[in-house]
């Protein structure tokens, strides 16, 4: 008896252990400060909501006042309790909230924060110029089950709050995003209140605040991803996301080269900053992976051929410099580089002179090109493949905001495939294609923000427009 009484009592402890462990910072019987947000009233705005839309990144300039994206990855809080966290757009409020990094939270990258209960996180700073647009990213933690949640905002300092919008139900374990329009021109903060659900936990993540700074017909800088991730980068070795200031790429590191990068392009962007040419090893990718150097390519009879191009990011030293990460290169033919890519390149950046902003997403397709020195599928050693072609999309529209809610059927819209070879043809327009070849060629959904209905016309239609 008393031995049975011993392994009871041991069978007890090991599963307190092996709970514990499997909940280090996600301590269900912590107390937490109880400092709910006095709820003032209600405002309403449009809320809309989308399904799988990746992270975007709005803030490349690093000023609040311009808009932001939190992405909560260099605070720390591992405690429900109510406690200020410093992060990259300044100070937030956390009240039965933490920041998660289990395998069950649902991130980007590695953590986001979960909040259970009536638990809120609130910007302790405000949005000095208002604000036009707020974004979301929500799930369920783990197996929870169904939560609902508002957004809030204040305007006087964070001494009251208003429900901003409609109640969203987060009922699903992937990331997806609603989107506030909140045509804000005052001095205003915001914040994510839990009202439902009990102990079932959300995940949030990448909040995104933009600003009416690029509105108007003015050139401005917008996010790199406003139209979606294309192939729902994350953490996977062979989709790995990587957000920059200048750019957003999917990094492959069974190829040593990206999956695609996406970019934004006004006047804003561009200047008279000459090319560093600086190629440099990308730290940011995880030590575990391959990173390429300039010195792959080293007599390999391939360019280094950027995707978010040079000129495209000739505002700043800064962000002339950080395209010629490798993570932006891959190896293409120099026929191909130098004439065809660069003339549509050229075209691109000539449409911005003209009041326009041109949101382009490129990538590479296959293996297999033709360099200076003959046929190759792979140069290094076999650590970096050699693409087929290389491909991009340019979405074009006249200088202005809410970009996403502008786009018609009439858009312009301008898809190119052109073989990674020598010997072809200098003329872009002779590689025209439609999105949907693009996105049958790889398997990409390149503009899963854009209603389906205006989607799915100007996906199907090969551009015919002037090139010069």
Not at 134 to 146: E, S
Not at 175 to 198: A, C, D, H, M, P
Request: glycine share 10%; aromatic share 10%; with cysteine.
């Amino acid at each position: 008896m008393k031995l049975l009484k011993l392994n009871s009592i041991l069978y007890l402890l090991s599963f307190a252990i092996f709970i514990t462990s499997c909940n280090v910072d996600d301590d269900l019987n912590s107390e937490i400060e109880l400092n709910p947000v006095t709820i003032t009233g209600e405002l309403k705005t449009g809320t809309f909501l989308y399904d799988n839309e990746g992270p975007h990144d709005y803030n490349p300039n690093g000023k609040r006042q311009d808009g932001f994206i939190e992405t909560y990855e260099s605070g720390s809080k591992s405690s429900y309790a109510g406690a200020s966290v410093t992060l990259s757009s300044g100070d937030w409020y956390l009240s039965d909230a933490l920041l998660g990094g289990l395998s069950n939270d649902r991130k980007y990258g590695s953590k986001s924060v979960r909040i259970r209960n009536t638990g809120y996180a609130i910007m302790s700073f405000n949005m000095d110029n208002g604000a036009e647009t707020v974004r979301i990213r929500h799930a369920k933690y783990g197996n929870d089950g169904t939560s609902t949640w508002r957004l809030i905002a204040s305007y006087d300092d964070g001494v009251s709050w208003y429900y901003v919008g409609s109640t969203v139900t987060t009922n699903s374990t992937t990331l997806n995003t609603v989107s506030f329009e909140v045509n804000e021109s005052g001095s205003v903060r915001y914040g994510i209140q839990k009202i439902s659900g009990g102990s079932n936990r959300v995940n949030i993540d990448n909040v995104e605040v933009v600003t009416s700074s690029t509105g108007g017909g003015n050139a401005g800088i917008d996010s790199n991803i406003t139209f979606g991730n294309p192939s729902d980068a994350n953490t996977n070795s062979t989709n790995y996301y990587l957000s920059k200031p200048d750019f957003s790429l999917s990094y492959n590191n069974n190829t040593g080269t990206a999956n695609w990068v996406s970019w934004h392009l006004s006047s804003a962007w561009t200047g008279n900053t000459p090319r560093c040419n600086c190629f440099k090893r990308d730290n940011d990718l995880p030590s575990s992976f391959f990173r390429a150097t300039s010195s792959d390519y080293t007599n390999s009879g391939f360019d280094r051929g950027h995707l978010c191009p040079s000129a495209d990011r000739n505002g700043s030293e800064d962000s002339n410099e950080n395209t010629y990460y490798m993570t932006n290169i891959a190896p293409q033919a120099p026929d191909n580089n130098q004439r065809s890519w660069a003339n549509f390149e050229n075209y691109l950046r000539s449409l911005t002179l003209e009041g326009n902003e041109v949101h382009i997403i490129a990538g590479v397709a296959g293996s297999g090109g033709t360099g200076r020195n003959g046929f190759a599928s792979s140069i290094d050693g076999g650590n970096i493949t050699v693409p087929d072609s290389f491909w991009k999309v340019a979405l074009i529209l006249p200088n202005g905001s809410d970009d996403i809610n502008r786009v018609t059927t009439s858009t312009r819209v301008i898809a190119i495939n052109i073989p990674n070879d020598q010997g072809i043809s200098t003329d872009w327009t002779q590689f025209r294609t439609s999105v949907n070849s693009i996105e049958s060629l790889t398997g990409y959904d390149l503009f899963e923000n854009i209603t389906n209905s205006v989607e799915s016309v100007i996906e199907s239609v090969v551009d015919n427009g002037p090139s010069n």
